[in-house]
């Protein structure tokens, strides 16, 4: 069972373009929301994360949106550049293991 | 910040043989160490946990006698793949904490750069 489902699998923007990548969940006690980006070949790099007590978080051009009461949160990446060309993550934990929940992973291509 | 140095990045083995993957904290004493396949176009799927001092958990479906993990310090943890076959070719992948997140944030992580294994 996946406990966070991303959407799209894939997505092509145009240059200058809004990537919008999408994450919902189910379990109510996951308490850390990160977004990951990874190049290919390359372990995933923290990318911005969010806790369900605020509603938005912006780091640059790149913007967590978080519904607690829908149980989603959405990465916006503003003005898209083909370097941001990857594979964005997004992932949910709780507990004191801290385990990782991961989406499937969204394949992003910045058209230049 | 954070570093986890992982190595090999590349490695090639015949079938049947076992290799070893390490990854080294660099600047932070790993006390929680999080180790992870990912097959082409998937997600990463967890191992397993180790913390400093205990044996480390499997998550289901993963056999431990084949995939040995060693945590034996504080910066230094280690997957072996035992008795390697083709299905075990992957990307492996590690992911460290210090205790209280004081180097890799409270609710943060740092991973390695990833191991590619090809099993021939």
């Known amino acids: 069972q996946q406990q966070v489902k991303q959407s799209p699998q894939s997505l092509i923007v145009q240059k200058g373009g809004i990537s919008i990548i999408n994450c919902a969940y189910e379990?109510?006690?996951?308490?850390?929301f990160p977004w990951y980006q990874q190049f290919p070949g390359k372990g995933p790099a923290l990318l911005i994360a969010?806790?369900?007590d605020v509603s938005e978080k912006k780091e640059g051009r790149f913007t967590i949106s978080f519904n607690k009461s829908a149980k989603q949160f959405s990465l916006h990446i503003m003005d898209s550049q083909p370097g941001d060309s990857a594979t964005y993550f997004c992932?949910?934990?709780?507990?004191?293991?801290?385990?990782?929940?991961w989406g499937l992973g969204t394949s992003l291509a910045v058209n230049p | 910040g954070a570093v986890v140095s992982q190595h090999p990045s590349r490695v090639i083995c015949k079938s049947g043989t076992s290799v070893k993957i390490e990854c080294r904290s660099l600047?932070?004493?790993?006390?929680?160490m999080f180790w992870y396949r990912q097959f082409p176009k998937q997600s990463l799927m967890l191992m397993a946990t180790?913390?400093?001092?205990?044996?480390?958990?499997?998550e289901q479906g993963v056999e431990k006698d084949k995939f040995l993990i060693n945590h034996a310090s504080l910066t230094l943890s280690t997957l072996t793949v035992t008795s390697a076959h083709p299905e075990d070719s992957s990307f492996y992948i590690c992911?460290?904490?210090?205790?209280?997140?004081?180097?890799?944030?409270?609710?943060?992580?740092?991973f390695g750069s990833g191991t590619r294994l090809t099993v021939v």
């Open positions: 180790s913390n400093e001092g205990s044996k480390a958990t499997y």
């Open positions: 992932a949910a934990n709780a507990g004191n293991n801290r385990k990782l929940i």
């Open positions: 992911s460290a904490r210090d205790r209280r997140g004081l180097i890799t944030g409270r609710y943060g992580y740092t």
């Open positions: 600047d932070f004493q790993a006390t929680t």
């Open positions: 969010i806790r369900p």
């Open positions: 379990n109510t006690a996951f308490d850390y």
